[in-house]
C-alpha cells in the first residue's frame, strides 16, 4: 500500500495521535493476502458497505485497504487465535500505551550485543502470556513477529508460538505511524476471537464478507499447524462453503479465497458458486525454491465477470419490464 504524500497539518494534526500513513497490517501473518490485495480487490464490489465482515481477519489486509478507501461504515473481524485478537484490541484500545511499551523494548534491544538479543527473544517466546496484561501481550506478539525468523507467526500443534530468532541488524519494532493508522481503522470494527459463523447473524445485500480460510494442506509434508492449535480440514472446508451458499440465498455479496486444488474446485462448483482463479506468488514456505506461483482460487455469490452491480441493474430492468407486460 502507498503511502499519502504529505499535505499541510493543522495545529490539532500536528499532533503526533494523528497518522497520515495508510492503514496496514500491523503483523506479517502466515497467508497473509498482501501481494494478492490488488488482483482480489478488482473482485470486491464497488460501492460503500454497510457491514465489512472478515471472518478469518489474521492480518487483515482486506480490511485495512477498505479502510483506507472508506468503503463501509463498520466492520466485523473474527479469527481463532487469540494472541491476535488481543493484539487488535490492545491497538484498538490502548494504542498510546502500546506504542509506548514497544518503544521501551525497541530502545533496549538496539542496546543489546547480539548474544543477549537472542536470548532475550527466547525469553520472550516461552513468556506464558495467560499472565500477561493486554498492553504487554500484543508487544511480546509485534516483537516476536518483528524479530523472528521470516517475520511470521505460526505455532506448533500445541498452539505454542514456534519460529526462531531472525538475527535482523535493525527491526523494526516499533511502526508507531502504522500502529497509530490501524487503530484509526479499528475504531469502526468488532473484534472477536471466535468461530468464523459468529459474525455472519444478520447480514444483507448492503453487505460484504471476505473469506480467507487456512488452505487445505496441499500435500502429506505439508501438515503444520501455520495459525491455530486446530487444524481446518476438509469436514470445515465444507461448513464454509454451506454458509457461502446461505449468504448467496440471502443476497449477501461475498467472496472466498482459497488454494486451488482439484478437492476446493469441487467443493465450491458442486455448490454452485462462481469459481475463477488468479496468480499468486506464495511467500509462505520458508524454502526459498518452493515458493514460485501458484493459482489461487476466488469464489464468490456474485457474478465476477459482469460485476454484481451490472447484473441487478439487470435483474431490475428485466423485472420493470415483466411489470409492465
Ligand atoms: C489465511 S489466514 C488469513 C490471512 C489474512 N487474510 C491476512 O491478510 O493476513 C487464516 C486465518 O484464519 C484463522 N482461523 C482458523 N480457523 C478459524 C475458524 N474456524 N474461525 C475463524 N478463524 C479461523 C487463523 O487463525 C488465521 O489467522
Redesign the pocket.
Known amino acids: 500500500m502507498v503511502q499519502r504524500a504529505p499535505r499541510p497539518t493543522t495545529a490539532k494534526e500536528a499532533s503526533p495521535v494523528v497518522s497520515t500513513t495508510s492503514p496496514r497490517?500491523v503483523v506479517k501473518?502466515?497467508?497473509?493476502?498482501?501481494r494478492l490485495l490488488a488482483q482480489l480487490e478488482r473482485h470486491v464490489p464497488t460501492g460503500r458497505f454497510r457491514v465489512y465482515a472478515?471472518?478469518?481477519?489474521?492480518?487483515?489486509?482486506?480490511f485495512f485497504a477498505l479502510a483506507d478507501g472508506a468503503r463501509f461504515d463498520r466492520a466485523r473481524l473474527?479469527?481463532?487465535?487469540d494472541e491476535?485478537v488481543a493484539l487488535y484490541g490492545a491497538v484498538k484500545n490502548d494504542v498510546d500505551a502500546l506504542v509506548e511499551e514497544l518503544r521501551g523494548i525497541a530502545t533496549k534491544f538496539a542496546e543489546m550485543t547480539e548474544e543477549d538479543r537472542s536470548d532475550y527473544f527466547y525469553a520472550m517466546r516461552s513468556k506464558d502470556t495467560s499472565g500477561l496484561g493486554a498492553v504487554a501481550r500484543a508487544a511480546r506478539l509485534l516483537f516476536l513477529n518483528k524479530t523472528c525468523f521470516n517475520g511470521l507467526w505460526r505455532v506448533n500443534s500445541k498452539g505454542v508460538f514456534n519460529v526462531p530468532f531472525g538475527r535482523y541488524a535493525k527491526p523494526k519494532i516499533l511502526d508507531e505511524a502504522v500502529l497509530r493508522a490501524a487503530h484509526t481503522a479499528l475504531s469502526r470494527a468488532e473484534i472477536v476471537n471466535?468461530?468464523?459463523e459468529t459474525i455472519l447473524h444478520g447480514l444483507g445485500p448492503e453487505d460484504f464478507v471476505y473469506f480467507?480460510?487456512?488452505?487445505m494442506p496441499v500435500s502429506k509434508t505439508a501438515n503444520f499447524t501455520?495459525?491455530?492449535a486446530?487444524g481446518?480440514g476438509y469436514a470445515?472446508q465444507e461448513r464454509l462453503a454451506k454458509k457461502l451458499t446461505e449468504l448467496r440465498d440471502r443476497g449477501v455479496r461475498a467472496l472466498l479465497s482459497n488454494g486451488d486444488t482439484d478437492e476446493m474446485r469441487a467443493l465450491y462448483t458442486k455448490h454452485g458458486l462462481h469459481v475463477t482463479t488468479l496468480r499468486a506468488a506464495r511467500s509462505i514456505n520458508s524454502d526459498p525454491s518452493k515458493r514460485g506461483e501458484v493459482t489461487e482460487l476466488v469464489v464468490t455469490t456474485y457474478d465476477v465477470d459482469e460485476g454484481f452491480e451490472v447484473r441487478l441493474a439487470k435483474k431490475a430492468r428485466a423485472a420493470k419490464t415483466r411489470s409492465s407486460r
Open positions: 497490517p501473518w502466515a497467508g497473509g493476502k498482501g472478515e471472518p478469518f481477519a489474521g492480518g487483515a489486509a482486506m473474527a479469527d481463532k487465535n491476535l471466535a468461530d468464523f480467507d480460510p487456512p488452505y501455520a495459525y491455530a486446530e481446518f470445515e
